[in-house]
T-cell receptor, first 113, second 114 residues
Framework: DTGVSQDPRHKITKRGQNVTFRCDPI?????LYWYRQTLGQGPEFLTY????????KSRLLSDRFSAERPKGSFSTLEIQRTEQGDSAMYLC???????????FGQGTRLTVV | KQEVTQIPAALSVPEGENLVLNCSFT??????LQWFRQDPGKGLTSLLL?????REQTSGRLNASLDKSSGRSTLYIAASQPGDSATYLC?????????????FGDGTTLTVKP
């Protein structure tokens, strides 16, 4: 296993378009997290899955954002009607259980023009 | 609400110097504290994880300490090299949440000059 994988690495989209990102966690990690990072800031928590159940969502996750993890393996994060303020690095992380080391992917950099 | 602060925001040192990066957090009820490295435009690479019951962890030239009661952690880098130039982030996982999510500081950007 080569770690947490995110696709695509970069995405440029026009304002108003929908985008979808994918995250493949480390095998057998039942916890999966999405974070958003803007320039000069630390990552901010967006949402968390334990297996296929989405157990917590941040207030940062507006109605235009939706995340799924249909079979408890990979996850997708969709942003509808993108806005320029959505431009950021979207990071995915996984861990085997609560309180253990979190492993991060390389992120998807979104630019909304 | 947990808040994590990293000071300084930026640090520039000549090659070979030993240096210390600081991280403070407001809620001492934590599972662990993790230090990460981030290169420009890249994801996060885990450097060290300190469980709440531990006082320090070492990996190569890196040593991280944790003082939970005072809400502080330090990352010590010995004999710095230009390749150490990056942003260093600390993150805590709070005990008072079932999510195990991390709360991050904004990082310290380190530049090591040859």
């Amino acid at each position: 296993d080569t770690g947490v994988s995110q696709d695509p690495r970069h995405k440029i989209t026009k304002r108003g378009q929908n985008v979808t990102f994918r995250c493949d966690p480390i095998s057998e990690h039942n916890r999966l997290y999405w974070y958003r990072q803007t320039l000069g800031q630390g990552p901010e928590f967006l949402t968390y899955f334990q297996n296929e159940a989405q157990l917590e969502k941040s207030r940062l996750l507006s109605d235009r954002f939706s995340a799924e993890r249909p079979k408890g393996s990979f996850s997708t994060l969709e942003i509808q009607r993108t806005e320029q303020g959505d431009s950021a690095m979207y990071l995915c992380a996984s861990s085997p259980r609560e309180g253990t080391e979190a492993f991060f992917g390389q992120g998807t950099r979104l630019t909304v023009v | 609400k947990q808040e994590v602060t990293q000071i300084p925001a930026a640090l520039s040192v000549p090659e070979g110097e030993n240096l210390v990066l600081n991280c403070s957090f407001t809620d001492s009820a934590i599972y662990n504290l993790q230090w990460f490295r981030q290169d420009p435009g890249k994801g996060l690479t885990s450097l060290l994880l300190i469980q709440s019951s531990q006082r320090e962890q070492t990996s190569g030239r890196l040593n991280a300490s944790l003082d939970k009661s005072s809400g502080r952690s330090t990352l010590y880098i010995a004999a710095s090299q230009p390749g150490d130039s990056a942003t260093y982030l600390c993150a805590v996982v709070g005990f008072n949440t079932n999510a195990g999510k991390s709360t991050f500081g904004d990082g310290t950007t380190l530049t090591v000059k040859p």
